[in-house]
């Protein structure tokens, strides 16, 4: 079994900052890319940023320079600092772990909300 537990989701006002965190356990073999999508009302699933093993990134164009990804890849653990959150950034986040061998996993999701 693989389990993701994210932490760190909550209510914060708008130009705040709040730090995700999603520890991955279980039978996860070789890791390659760590990540987070969200998901609003009425929306669908999307991006927001992903790193490598060898920590390469990647970011939507919506978070670049307010958001930072990073990962411990001991601890099998990623991150997302967030800083000068805007009300859009409302949205469910999801960590999204994804195999060397082709299996993908998804967290429960954690809440963030901004208020203005």
């Known amino acids: 079994q693989v389990q993701l537990v994210e932490s760190g989701g909550g209510l914060v006002q708008a130009g705040g900052s709040l730090r995700l965190s999603c520890a991955a356990s279980g039978s996860i073999f070789r890791i390659n890319t760590m990540g987070w999508y969200r998901q609003a009302p009425g929306k669908q699933r999307e991006l927001v940023a992903v790193?490598?093993?060898?920590?390469?990134?990647d970011n939507a164009d919506s978070v670049k320079g307010r958001f930072t990804i990073s990962r411990d890849n001991a601890k099998n653990t990623v991150y997302l600092q967030m800083n000068s959150l805007k009300p859009e950034d409302t949205a469910v986040y999801y960590c999204?772990?994804?195999?060397?061998?082709?299996?993908?996993?998804w967290g429960q999701g954690t809440q963030v909300t901004v208020s203005s």
């Open positions: 999204n772990v994804k195999s060397l061998l082709g299996p993908v996993y």
């Open positions: 790193i490598t093993s060898g920590g390469t990134v």
